[in-house]
T-cell receptor
Framework: DAGITQSPRHKVTETGTPVTLRCHQT?????MYWYRQDPGHGLRLIHY???????DKGEVSDGYSVSRSKTEDFLLTLESATSSQTSVYFC????????????FGPGTRLLVL | GENVEQHPSTLSVQEGDSAVIKCTYS??????FPWYKQELGKGPQLIIDIRSNVGEKKDQRIAVTLNKTAKHFSLHITETQPEDSAVYFCAASYGGSQGNLIFGKGTKLSVKP
């Protein structure tokens, strides 16, 4: 367990509202990732960070933004939520000294009505 | 783009039997191949991984094999137990030093007592 927490764990929101999900880690890992998980699609990378204030897009970044102002926190924002963003969101971290192993958080279940 | 295909999507075995899950990848530069187990309502957990300079790796009842020429890698679980029932994901690295992973779509393994 890499000391990763996600908040909130569950959220219901309405179409058009902004939503921010938080990932917090206590391992001082350099790399952090946001994935979404949908039936039939596995895990798909949304955005990732390779250091404070350093972020890049993943496979499915449209409609999402991220920020990382501290090593331990990585925020995922849905600027205007849509029903297609209903999903389970996972945060993952990776330490620079641990090779490529990624450790996952418990997930946030988001329902957009 | 990069792709990982995983088969089968569902697998049902009797307790004590072996289970094999197979993945193929497209990026010849991939050099790291982890396997994750995901139980219901939880985040994926790393169970075993292999790097491209190794052909096989074992950890108690689980083993992973890698054929770089054919771009295949497989997970083998022997003496299956009901607690092995979960969704299993394979992944392959891409994107160089950023350590990004692309995941297969998952295999739901059911072990019948």
């Amino acid at each position: 367990d890499a000391g990763i927490t996600q908040s909130p764990r569950h959220k219901v929101t309405e179409t058009g509202t902004p939503v921010t999900l938080r990932c917090h880690q206590t391992e001082n890992h350099r790399y952090m990732y946001w994935y979404r998980q949908d039936p039939g699609h596995g895990l798909r990378l949304i955005h990732y960070s390779y250091g404070v204030k350093d972020t890049d897009k993943g496979e499915v970044s449209d409609g999402y933004s991220v920020s990382r102002s501290k090593t331990e926190d990585f925020l995922l924002t849905l600027e205007s939520a849509t029903s297609s963003q209903t999903s389970v969101y996972f945060c993952a971290t990776r330490g620079a000294d641990r090779g490529e192993t990624q450790y996952f958080g418990p997930g946030t279940r988001l329902l957009v009505l | 783009g990069e792709n990982v295909e995983q088969h089968p999507s569902t697998l049902s075995v009797q307790e004590g039997d072996s289970a094999v899950i197979k993945c193929t990848y497209s990026d010849s530069a991939s050099n790291y191949f982890p396997w994750y187990k995901q139980e219901l309502g939880k985040g994926p957990q790393l169970i075993i991984d292999i790097r491209s300079n190794v052909g096989e790796k074992k950890d108690q009842r689980i083993a992973v094999t890698l054929n770089k020429t054919a771009k295949h890698f497989s997970l083998h679980i022997t003496e299956t137990q009901p607690e092995d029932s979960a969704v299993y994901f394979c992944a392959a690295s891409y994107g160089g030093s950023q350590g990004n992973l692309i995941f297969g779509k998952g295999t739901k393994l059911s072990v019948k007592p």
